[in-house]
């Protein structure tokens, strides 16, 4: 009898959360908030950088109410595919294999993979593809959990390597200056925000910067993640994408953010 | 529900489990022997002695797992003075400080599970030791130890399965045991629900076998007990009864007294 | 390293302080609805059917074996879409979002309940049957005896156990911060990641939970003692 009082009074409150999108004047977007100078928190706790000032304009030229959520990146897919917000805008490469669960908007910045380690370290100073790749065997590098890093590292040196897998970016630097990594794979403007810190200071990147180019696994540039069948969605993000890029406000943007335009051509 | 997926995963997943029991039985064997002497300080009547093991188990009880850990893996891993010592040759490895979490954890809640054993021995049997004339250790090595840890048997079971699941946590600091094995195969399968389902019918089979492992101990150690009648039982005492019972139910020592100041224990 | 912690917008002072309002609020709620999912399940378990008693086993054992981080990702990933497939059936197909607030009661709640399920059964069978009987004897029905012979005294025996599972719950909530709730785990993590000063912050986190603890410890031993004034044993200590 109570055990069923109890589930009713659950249900009551599941039901009251629940909300409902019969027209898209209002959206919520996911972001990570620990990816610097992508999507981060300030000492305020607001949520800042260059993603969040994009998501903004977006919703300005789409039109629509903006709601940010915050979520972790282990779970930012699925929280997608639940329906815990309906576009994420964090840094995220659109890669084949993400294709399989989600649509991507038009891409908004490309930037290459850098590899960092201490620039006192035998690694610091390399520069070709080959000597880096031979260098790197048998060493402890780190990357973020279930990035086009991860994959590149698993797919092109796999067992070779000590991969060690973080919940975040930020957390991976706090590794690498502990000493703890021989290296780290990341997006280089997110290494260039940690080499710009105090900490980054004695650290540098090496070896070429990798794109989707030359290895597929890093997919084509960042864009929005849309749940597939969100058509009506993705031409709006499209539209108000294509229109950052033609008068300029996005290389302006990507600009003030990491020092150098990473804006991409529009697609449509 | 994806059943080919949940199989496929089930190997990559029991490759981590051997990291979670790895984790689980190196910090349980040393917890165990510094949860004695810890038991033994708290007891000390020398206060230079009781009040720091007081503050140790005070801490460890008091803060979240999670938080033990973050403050070893990220915490010392930034301390400098640590750095340039032998201990970061361990501190190095996400593995050992995922020991050295759980290990200070779970000595905090043995040495508290074995005080409440200590205090329960009833006094009959320390006088009846002293009237034979056993030295001290001799009677703390067959008399108070061995009852001690029959009593607290049922508690102590609990706090093995507490490690079991607290091994968990070690995944947030890149240590790939059953949840970071778990994980890494849903961030390419997204498919969250079919392989924590998986995980978690693993972690309940190892923790059946813990469960049984124990009660089978208990049963070896209790011989007296063995041969007794139901009307006994009852007769032994309702206060013990209960609290084994409640022992064996909710983990967290529930059994024990609370480690409380204005209860001097003696 | 101090004016890390202060309050405003160059400190996280504020931001963990109102990250540990958010742990009580979460931990107050979960274990109150642990309370109410502890009795019915005891109920259940002493007094239902096999099926129910069964399902309540099957409920105990499960959550009580498995990690907490377990249940908190399942409920997690697994909540809205199972609410999406029931929503269905009656004929809504758009997106249903439980709010992560919801989430972490309910997945820190049921993990709790479980263990309250389990202390309630414990105090409810403490009770001698002979009082039980005495009550039937005296002709009273069945409610009289649950709630003047076996709810009081199952309050006081399960008073420990109790205390217990609060804690429990309030050490389990650090858990939802892999949700993104912003409890003061997570906002610890936050700036932890953000200034890259981690000791400082999980230090100040691990001071700030015990001062939870501690408080509401020794609010527990209040009510302990209040609730078994009217047991004398020979220490002159409350009763067990």
Same mark, same amino acid.
């Given at each position: ?268 | ?266 | ?31 109150? =609805?642990? +309370?109410? %999912?502890?009795?019915? /399940? ?8 096999? &099926?129910? *008693? #069964?399902? $309540? ?43 992560? =607030?919801? +989430?972490? %009661?309910?997945?820190? /709640? ?8 389990? &202390?309630? *059964? #414990?105090? $409810? ?63 610890? *993590? ?51």
């Amino acid at each position: 009898m109570k055990l069923w009082t109890s589930l009713a009074g659950a249900a009551a409150v599941v039901l009251a959360a629940a909300s409902a999108h019969a027209q898209i004047d209002s959206i919520k977007l996911g972001t990570e908030g620990a990816y610097p100078p992508y999507n981060y928190y300030d000492a305020s706790g607001q949520l800042i950088g260059f993603e969040i000032d994009l998501g903004n304009e977006l919703c300005r030229r789409m039109e629509v109410e903006c709601e940010w959520v915050a979520q972790d990146w282990d779970g930012i897919i699925p929280a997608l595919l639940n329906g815990r917000y309906d576009a994420i805008i964090a840094g995220m490469s659109r890669t084949d294999e993400r294709r399989e669960q989600i649509a991507f908007s038009n891409a908004y910045t490309v930037t290459p993979a850098w590899f960092v380690a201490s620039a006192e370290s035998d690694l610091a100073g390399l520069e070709t593809l080959e000597e880096t790749m031979a260098a790197l065997e048998g060493k402890t590098i780190g990357v973020q959990t279930a990035t086009i890093h991860e994959n590149f590292l698993r797919e092109e040196l796999g067992d070779g390597v000590d991969i060690r897998v973080y919940d975040t970016q930020d957390n991976l630097n706090l590794d690498l200056v502990a000493g703890r990594l021989d290296a780290g794979l990341a997006d280089a403007t997110s290494w260039q925000a940690f080499l710009d810190t105090e900490d980054g200071a004695g650290f540098a990147h090496f070896g070429p910067g990798l794109t989707g180019a030359d290895f597929p696994v890093f997919g084509e540039g960042v864009g929005v993640g849309l749940r597939q069948g969100d058509t009506e969605l993705m031409a709006m993000f499209n539209d108000a994408i294509c229109s950052m890029i033609e008068d300029g406000t996005l290389a302006a943007m990507t600009t003030e953010w990491f020092g150098v335009d990473t804006s991409t051509p529009c697609e449509q | 529900m994806n059943f080919e997926l949940m199989g496929d995963s089930i190997l990559p997943i029991l490759r981590g489990a051997q990291i979670t029991v790895m984790l689980v039985a190196t910090s349980i064997a040393i917890g165990f022997f510094a949860g004695i002497g810890m038991a033994l300080a708290r007891l000390s009547r020398n206060p230079l002695v009781s009040v720091p093991a007081y503050a140790y188990v005070f801490f460890f009880r008091g803060t979240p797992l999670l938080v033990q850990l973050f403050i070893v893996y990220y915490g010392f891993g930034r301390a400098d003075f640590v750095k340039d010592t032998v201990f970061w040759a361990v501190l190095k490895e996400p593995f050992w400080c995922a020991v050295i979490a759980l290990t200070l954890n779970t000595t905090a809640y043995t040495s508290e599970i074995i005080r409440g054993g200590i205090l329960a021995v009833p006094w009959g049997q320390i006088e009846a030791a002293r009237a034979c004339g056993m030295s001290r250790v001799l009677m703390f090595r067959r008399i108070t130890m061995p009852v001690a840890i029959r009593q607290a048997l049922p508690a102590y079971g609990n706090e093995i399965i507490l490690m079991v699941k607290g091994s968990a946590l070690a995944s947030t600091v890149t240590v790939m045991e059953m949840t970071g094995e778990a994980k890494s195969i849903i961030s390419s399968t997204y498919a969250p629900v079919e392989i924590f389902i998986v995980a978690g019918s693993i972690y309940l089979a190892i923790n059946f076998v813990v469960t049984r492992a124990v009660r089978r101990l208990e049963h070896r150690l209790t011989p007296y007990q063995r041969a007794r009648t139901e009307a006994d039982e009852k007769q032994a005492g309702r206060k013990i009864a209960f609290a084994a019972l409640r022992g064996r139910q909710a983990a967290d020592d529930i059994a024990l007294p609370q480690p409380s100041s204005d209860r001097p224990q003696d | 390293m101090i004016e890390l912690l202060t309050y405003g917008d160059q400190g996280w002072g504020d931001e963990m302080l109102r990250g540990a309002g958010m742990t009580v609020a979460v931990a107050l709620l979960a274990y109150a =609805f642990g +309370i109410v %999912v502890g009795m019915a /399940g005891a109920a259940g378990k002493v007094g239902g059917g096999s &099926v129910l *008693r #069964g399902v $309540l086993d099957v409920y105990t054992t499960v959550v009580r074996g498995v990690p907490e981080l377990l249940v908190i990702y399942l409920l997690f990933f697994g909540l809205s879409s199972a609410v999406m497939k029931v929503a269905s059936v009656f004929g809504y197909t758009g997106y249903i979002e439980v709010d992560n =607030f919801v +989430i972490g %009661v309910l997945a820190v /709640g049921l993990i709790s309940g479980a263990y309250s399920t389990e &202390v309630f *059964r #414990g105090a $409810l069978q403490a009770i001698p049957n002979g009082q039980i009987e005495a009550g039937r004897a005296v002709g009273m029905t069945g409610w009289q005896i649950f709630h003047r012979i076996q709810l009081p005294q199952m309050l006081r025996l399960a008073l420990p156990g109790l205390g217990n599972i609060w804690q429990l719950t309030l050490k389990d909530t650090a858990l939802i911060s892999v949700t993104g709730l912003a409890e003061l785990m997570r906002m610890s *993590r936050v700036a932890a990641g953000a200034t890259h000063q981690p000791f400082t912050f999980y230090l100040a986190a691990a001071a700030l939970y015990l001062v939870m603890t501690t408080f509401s410890q020794t609010a527990f031993q209040r009510a302990e003692r209040h609730f078994s004034r009217s047991v004398r044993t020979a220490s002159g200590q409350p009763a067990p």
